[in-house]
């Protein structure tokens, strides 16, 4: 019913900015709340941020507050995550999500959709 696709990771130098994008597929989406996660080789998928579509009440992992920002366009069916002052440690696969739950979620297994992931590489 939903479909997620991310976009806009890249390889990037440590202290620098991307804006990773997500689009839904279908009109509905404004009724999700949406997430961002995140996986690098040999750990286990990490919740990075999430927005609650309706109200736009944003969440964000220790490890990225002040310098991670999630928002939505709601008539674009779309949720971004700017990531600024990049670390190596940043570095993994990117992947939005889509829960059906009323309180955002901060576990993958809560999460219904899934996008295919885009690669962030941040070089030191």
């Known amino acids: 019913q939903v479909q997620l696709v991310e976009s806009g990771g890249g390889l990037v130098q440590a202290g620098g900015s991307l804006r990773l994008s997500c689009a839904a597929s279908?009109?509905?989406?404004?009724?999700?709340?949406l997430g961002w996660f995140r996986q690098a080789p040999g750990k286990e998928r990490e919740f990075v941020a999430a927005i609650s579509w309706i109200e736009g009440n944003t969440y964000y992992a220790d490890s990225v507050k002040g310098r991670f920002t999630i928002s939505r366009d709601n008539p674009k069916r779309t949720v971004y995550l700017q990531m600024n002052s990049l670390k190596p440690e940043d570095t993994a696969v990117y992947y939005c999500a889509a829960s059906r739950t009323v309180v955002i979620r901060r576990t993958p297994s809560d999460y219904d959709y899934w996008g295919q992931g885009t690669q962030v590489t941040v070089s030191s």
């Open positions: 279908e009109r509905t989406f404004s009724t999700y709340n």
